[in-house]
């Protein structure tokens, strides 16, 4: 059984940096994709990065514009989001998820289980 847990949201003024944190339990990250989703109040939930099990990371383009960095610690089976400048339109819950798949997941289907999410909230 695998469970992720997400940790390190909070409030934030804008332009400020949070690092979220996601530990695994059940499975070893270097064998699987992992990846950041975020969902804001009143919208679908949305793609952010992901981290292939090659150590490479991708990132949805129109949400993160080198703002956020994804990476991991595998002796601690932990994946982290540090996401600087922040905007107010990074308000959301985000979720960390682990795919079974090959290649590089980027949908919600694509991802087989998820962690509980942590709210970040950035004020104007």
């Known amino acids: 059984q695998v469970q992720l847990v997400e940790s390190g949201g909070g409030l934030v003024q804008a332009g400020g940096s949070l690092r979220l944190s996601c530990t695994a339990s059940?499975?070893?990250?270097?064998?699987?994709?992992m990846g950041w989703f975020r969902q804001a109040p009143g919208k679908e939930r949305e793609f952010v990065a992901a981290?292939?099990?090659?150590?490479?990371?991708?990132y949805n383009p129109d949400s993160v514009k080198g703002r956020f960095t994804i990476s991991r610690d595998l002796a601690k089976n932990t994946m982290y989001l540090q996401m600087n400048s922040l905007k107010p339109e990074d308000t959301a819950v985000y979720y960390c998820?682990?795919?079974?798949?090959?290649?590089?997941?980027?949908?919600?289907?694509?991802?087989?289980?998820w962690g509980q999410g942590t709210e970040v909230t950035v004020s104007s």
């Open positions: 059940g499975r070893t990250f270097s064998s699987y994709v």
């Open positions: 981290i292939i099990r090659s150590g490479s990371s991708t």
């Open positions: 998820a682990l795919s079974l798949l090959l290649g590089v997941p980027v949908r919600i289907n694509e991802y087989d289980y």
